[in-house]
């Protein structure tokens, strides 16, 4: 009896983690808006110049 129980706790266990990993998942690609700002920019005067580069 002890050990059913054991192995139904485990069992329990790895079913909860596999369902938290599939939940938390992202399910769509994540994507970051473009910008020639640099990150963190509070005035328009921060460009990349590697945007501009030729």
């Known amino acids: 009896m002890r050990q059913k129980l054991a192995l139904l706790t ?3 266990v790895a079913i909860s983690a596999i369902l938290l990993v599939l939940a938390y998942h992202p ?6 808006q473009k910008t020639d700002r640099v990150a963190g920019a509070s005035t328009g005067s921060h460009f990349l110049v590697e945007r501009f580069a030729g």
């Open 10 to 12: 485990v069992a329990y």
């Open 27 to 32: 399910q769509g690609p994540v994507t970051t």
